[in-house]
């Protein structure tokens, strides 16, 4: 028996079978059509999730679903000490708030569904020691004994002698040499060790991969000896993705540029594996303006950052996807006018059109975007979207719709439709202050001031008083007004008014502005006639004679 395979022995004495029959027995290829891609996206549970995942994991789902494929949500949770007890519910919970759907992977209780799991890391213990135990007998990992202190003195010996720092070259000598006999016997003593590959690069080497989005890349190889398995048997992030990805058969990857400098490492540890990269789209970075200059959107610095933000300000999960879409692919917006009330799934997303300079993320657009899209919504969906959210975020706004759903269904149908319609609301949390004038609940007093003579809006509130009628339909209702100018003082007409403005006090739209603002307190609204007939005589005349002893 070979040296390497006793210490595969020593080092893995419960392992007993092979990466192939791993993969055959309980990992099979997956039955799916030629081009379909299976993708991922694997956050770790941290308790914050930014807007950048959500950014990252649409173009995984995207990828995936447009393709036939597979979209997996795996929890890549080897890192202990950051995790936090409600991570995995806060993500899972924030995606769905966004309508990334998952085919396989983990659930918000912790429960998992699919074929291909457990998809929590730290469950999945006995595949990584499959694969490290293959590396080994094959003499490519060994153990290193190395204590904190000795790699403190190899940093500092590299910083002093002005060298790349990690664990590699003469660095390595004295673990790797190491016999089998003293390795058995440090064993039984207790000391600690991590296992740690063999790179076989070398200083100066290169290596190429190509990159969906950013095309042909050249780096530096790896020639430092990666941890492989930490101490307690948990694997780094490094080698656990290499055999996750490689059970679950993913064939694209999607994560943020930051790993790009990681490439070269992961690259490597699939080779000596002798197993088959996927392909990497290395997703953009979300920017953000600042100082005339962009930075990457910091979860210090920005409230936008977090999916929260988004979720409690009200903006619709389908805005906020509408407008990713936008600085994910450039042809989003023509496709967007050329197929106005198409689904956002619908549009053929593609990894290769991401630009691969960060993404900048303009607050202002998503309004604009948002707008839009709750414009096109129906009276109905609105006020579903409304109630949920106010059930969460606003009780009060809540209870008043709730009280009276036909006469909350009346208000959101107001100039709804048509081929322009409204974008006075573009999130949830703009609702109550676009609506509160026609609950006293809600009623703030009016801060509008129009620039018409006080005793010229008190005549018009007076004469309107003896004309006015709720069974009027919209043509009776403006021809009311227009009947009632001559004797104010106003033109009927205004583009007779803006003809000679100097023989008149002002025009018709003057006299319903004056209406306006005193049955709403605002000199801005959705058409006046359906205000007044949702709130109905005894409101209208209530608010009109006040508006009376304001003046």
């Known amino acids: 028996m070979s040296d390497c395979l006793k210490l595969a022995n020593l080092l893995f004495p419960d392992i007993h079978e092979t990466p192939e029959e791993l993969m055959e027995k309980t990992f099979p290829a997956r039955n799916l059509k030629q081009g379909a891609a299976v993708t991922r996206f694997a956050p770790s549970p941290t308790g914050f999730l930014h807007i950048g995942g959500v950014f990252a994991s649409m173009a ?118 190491r016999s089998i006999e003293e390795i058995e016997e440090l064993i039984k003593q207790g000391v600690p060790y991590v296992v740690r590959v063999k790179s076989p690069g070398k200083v100066g080497g290169r290596v190429k991969f190509r990159d969906i989005i950013r095309g042909d890349i050249e780096m530096e190889e790896n020639f430092v000896d990666v941890v492989l398995l930490k101490s307690d048997g948990i694997p780094t992030y490094h080698f656990a993705h290499i055999v996750d990805d490689t059970l679950m058969r993913v064939t694209h990857v999607t994560r943020g540029e930051e790993w790009i400098a990681s490439a070269p490492i992961h690259l490597q540890l699939f080779w000596l ?71 956002y799934t619908t549009f053929p997303f593609a990894l290769n059109k991401m630009s691969p300079s960060g993404a900048l993320f303009d607050l202002a657009k998503l309004q604009s975007v948002s707008g839009t899209v709750i414009s096109l919504m129906t009276a109905e969906q609105v006020l579903e979207s409304v109630l949920a959210w106010a059930e969460r975020y606003d009780k009060q706004l809540y209870d008043v719709l709730s009280a009276d759903k036909q006469k909350a269904l009346s208000i959101f149908s107001v100039d709804r439709g048509g081929n322009k319609p409204r974008k006075d609301i573009a999130k949830w949390n703009e609702v109550r202050a676009y609506i509160s004038y026609f609950y006293d609940e809600l009623r703030e007093q009016s801060g509008e ?103």
């Open 60 to 177: 995984a789902e995207r990828t995936a679903h447009l393709s036939d494929g597979v979209c997996i949500l795996r929890i890549e949770d080897t890192d202990k000490k950051r995790e936090m007890d409600d991570g995995v519910s806060i993500i899972v919970n924030g995606l769905a708030d966004f309508g990334i759907r998952f085919d396989e992977g983990v659930h918000a209780d912790g429960s998992e569904s699919g074929d291909y799991g457990p998809y929590t890391q730290s469950k999945r213990r006995y595949p990584y020691h499959v694969f490290c135990k293959a590396l080994v007998e094959k003499g490519l990992a060994y153990p290193c004994f190395c204590t904190a202190e000795r790699l403190s003195e190899i940093r500092a010996e590299q910083e002093k002698n002005n060298v790349t720092p990690g664990y590699w070259g003469e660095y390595t000598e004295q673990c790797r040499n």
């Open 273 to 343: 594996c002798g197993l088959k990269a996927p392909k990497y789209a290395h997703v953009p970075s979300i920017m953000k303006e600042d100082g005339g200059g962009k930075r990457k959107l910091s979860k210090r610095k920005d409230p936008e950052a977090a999916v929260s933000y988004f979720v409690e300000e009200g903006y619709p999960a389908d805005a906020v996807m509408e407008y990713l879409l936008t600085i994910a692919n450039s042809n989003f917006e023509d496709w967007r006018r050329q197929n106005k009330t198409a689904h």
């Open 449 to 551: 001031v129009l620039e018409i003579a006080a005793a010229d809006q008190k005549a018009i509130i007076e004469k309107y008083l003896t004309v006015y009628s709720p069974d009027h339909d919209k043509d009776t209702w403006f021809a009311t007004i227009k009947g009632m100018c001559e004797g104010l003082g106003f033109c009927p007409d205004v583009k007779q008014y803006k003809a000679d403005p100097t023989g008149f006090k002002g025009h018709v739209g003057d006299v319903s502005s004056v209406i306006r603002v005193a049955v709403t307190g605002r000199k801005n609204t959705p058409d006046l006639h359906a205000v007044m007939t949702i709130m109905g005589k005894e409101t209208v005349c209530a608010r009109l004679n006040e508006y009376l002893e304001r003046i």
